[in-house]
């Protein structure tokens, strides 16, 4: 394993084909066409395929066709060319096709702007097209996060035969850092492809469709998706805590850039004495919804606080997770904002100042054991 | 002569007519005297002809061809309205290996997929499209479509199509044929015997292009729609005839290459 230093949208392209991620079509858009440069050099090195289409509705469509026959296939693109994909998202979906998407997000709505942000959070986990549907969302907070995250997108969209979006903000795809690669890509065992498109050689024909014009036959096309989200929920929610403890006086929720920003400003208030923790969702959807409610429900905590590159989106979800346990608060900035550590502190001061400070007591101090709450990482570490 | 749709013509030299490999034995959705089922039956002919049903994948369109997945036996996608050249072509450059052919109507290439279409022609893409022009939207009701005649009655126009407004009929092989990539477009029309012998040998040329890697082939079919138009069968092959063939001339706009470059 070699440590290169590498932009994040040339990183994540390398991640791609790595993970066997050799058809690639695509259509340029700031803050990420550098995805596309670089496998437009990268893909015919292993006899790849690089497609730019005429548009990304084009795009979905492309990857519609090109993913049903079961090799993979994906896409970079951002925030308005990925709300130009959703119809095709939607019958990829509906169709239990794998693709991977990736996301690197900048300030909307509309044309918006072309610096970093977080507002494509509800586009991303709650459908963005239209039905009952759901995209495995990751959401990486470094560089080589993003590789990680990017290689575990297209096997987590063939093992559910669904589309897993990678949204990282445009800090992730501009920013350059040092990456590691393994040397050899494993995984684990997939079931066999036998939905594939290739030909109805040696067995009857197979249709790939998101068309039930059958209102039963359409319902229990949605059960099977909604078993799915199930499965999801149960085996692939992915966080990771920062300095979460029985001492904490305040759970921060953040993700990607943003919850490393969060990072340094929990940094500075602890040499203040002010404990604070982070939950950093990794999976966007399915969300640690139990892990963010039991981390809130701490007797020393005082309040939820959610800070987002976007108005607040994530907000919903987070007070969704605490269900009234503690008051949830909410910290932002949009449109290619990107808060400093300073205001996001003053923030912080400001909520617990306002707040009558928690009883010490030996009691809360021996509440949890230490070994679970310095737990770094969750249920399921990024490979 | 015996018709005996489900017997092996080769099989028994008295039998004349058969139901084609690629076709499954189930009775069609489409109104009476519509020529679907003809262009259908070309397609499958062809496919049978050519030996390529266990390589050939076709492309559903959104309109009333939209279930012709239920009447071929090959692989099938179902695209979304207007999205078939783009589908085609995903799966294409992913396995050329693959015969790709879409079915659309005119609501869904000339109006929704015209972006589509024209690039997928452009990129010279190794796909074979068939597009049935019946100047109409039918699946929906008979609205106007962009090849809907100047005049022409439709439940969006109902004093006639007014050119003023809606603009003239678009003429989409002409269209495609400007560009400089090389390609295969012809236009036909299925109202008589003689006419539908002359599609046929359009449908075929244009699945043995894909078949030897030559280029993008497309057949427009100038098809009839008795129920939207309000006219028995008969009276459609004539309106087609009178209406529709002076505006929409039938020929090749473009030849394909003579030699493959590969």
């Known amino acids: 394993m070699t440590r290169i230093l590498m932009k994040g949208n040339e990183a994540i392209g390398e991640a791609a084909v790595r993970a066997g991620g050799k058809y690639y079509f695509a259509y340029p ?11 437009a050099k990268r893909l015919p090195e292993v006899d790849g395929v690089f497609v730019q289409a005429e548009s990304e509705v084009a795009v979905g469509n492309m990857l519609f066709g090109g993913a049903a026959s079961g090799k993979r296939v994906f896409t970079s693109s951002s925030s308005p060319g990925i709300s130009l994909m959703q119809e095709s998202i939607s019958y990829m979906a509906g169709a239990q096709l794998p693709v991977v998407l990736i996301n690197i997000m900048r300030g909307g709505p509309g044309l918006g702007g ?72 494993k995984e684990d065992p997939l079931p066999p492809k036998d939905w594939a498109i290739v030909g109805c050689k040696d067995r009857e024909p197979l249709i790939a469709k998101s068309l039930f014009l059958d209102p039963y036959a359409l319902e229990k096309n949605s059960f099977v998706l909604a078993e799915k989200y199930e499965q999801m929920r149960r085996e692939e929610v992915r966080y ?24 340094t400003v929990i940094d500075e208030l602890e040499e203040e004495g002010i404990s604070i923790g982070l939950l950093r969702p990794i999976s ?42 503690k008051p949830v608060e909410f910290y932002g900035r949009t449109g290619g904002i990107v808060p400093s550590p300073e205001e996001v502190k003053e923030h912080i001061l400001k909520l617990l100042k306002a707040k009558p400070a928690a009883k010490k007591t030996a009691k809360t101090a021996a509440q949890k054991p230490a070994a679970k709450a310095k737990k770094p990482a969750g249920k399921k570490k990024a490979k | 002569m015996v018709i005996d749709l489900k017997a092996d013509p080769k099989a028994d030299p008295n039998i004349t007519f058969a139901r084609p490999k690629a076709f499954t034995d189930v009775v069609t959705h489409y109104c009476p005297g519509c020529t679907h089922g003809v262009i259908h039956r ?82 010279g893409e190794k796909i074979t499209t068939i ?42 092989s002409e269209m495609l044929a400007t560009l400089q ?21 359009a449908i075929r040329r244009a699945f043995k292009n894909q078949v030897e890697g030559r280029c993008f082939s497309l057949v427009e079919v100038l098809s009839t729609c008795p129920t939207n138009w309000g006219l028995t069968p008969c009276e459609s092959t004539k309106w087609l005839e009178r209406e529709m063939s002076p505006y929409y001339p039938l020929g090749v706009f473009k030849e394909p290459p003579e030699v493959m470059e590969v």
């Open chain 1, 29 to 39: 858009i700031t803050p990420q066409s550098e995805v596309g440069e670089y496998l």
């Open chain 1, 114 to 185: 072309i610096l970093p942000a977080q507002s494509d959070y509800f586009q991303a986990t709650k459908g963005g097209g239209h039905g009952d549907y759901r995209l495995l969302v990751l959401a990486p907070s470094t560089v080589q996060e993003a590789v990680d995250l990017t290689m575990l997108a297209f096997h987590l969209a063939d093992k559910y035969r669904n589309p897993v979006m990678v949204i990282g903000d445009g800090m992730i795809g501009q920013m350059m850092e040092p990456v590691e690669f393994p040397d050899e890509y």
């Open chain 1, 240 to 263: 990771e805590n920062y300095k979460v403890s029985s001492k904490n006086r305040m759970l921060v929720i953040s993700y990607g850039t943003m919850a490393r920003i969060c990072q």
């Open chain 1, 284 to 325: 966007l959807f399915p969300f640690p919804e139990k892990e963010i409610h039991a981390e809130a429900a701490r007797k020393n905590i005082e309040v939820v606080l959610t800070v987002e590159m976007s108005m607040g989106q994530m907000l919903e979800d987070v007070q969704k997770s605490v269900l009234g346990k």
């Open chain 2, 42 to 123: 070309m397609i499958a002919e062809t496919i049978d002809e050519l030996g390529i049903r266990e390589r050939t994948v076709g492309v559903a369109p959104v309109g009333c061809s939209v279930l012709i997945y239920n009447y071929f036996r090959t692989d099938f996608l179902e695209a979304p309205h207007g999205r078939a050249p783009a589908l085609a072509t995903g799966l294409k450059r992913v396995s050329p290996e693959l015969i790709l052919f879409t079915y659309q109507g005119d609501g869904d290439l000339a109006s929704i997929g015209t972006n589509e279409i024209i690039h997928a022609a452009n990129r």
């Open chain 2, 131 to 172: 597009f049935v022009n019946n100047a109409i939207y039918g699946m929906t009701g008979g609205q106007m479509a962009p090849t809907t005649m100047p005049g022409q009655v439709t439940a969006t126009s109902p004093k006639g199509r007014d050119v003023n407004t809606a603009g003239w009929p678009m003429r989409m």
């Open chain 2, 181 to 201: 990539t090389p390609g295969y477009i012809e236009r036909v029309a299925v109202h008589t015997p003689q006419n539908i012998v002359r599609a046929k040998r």
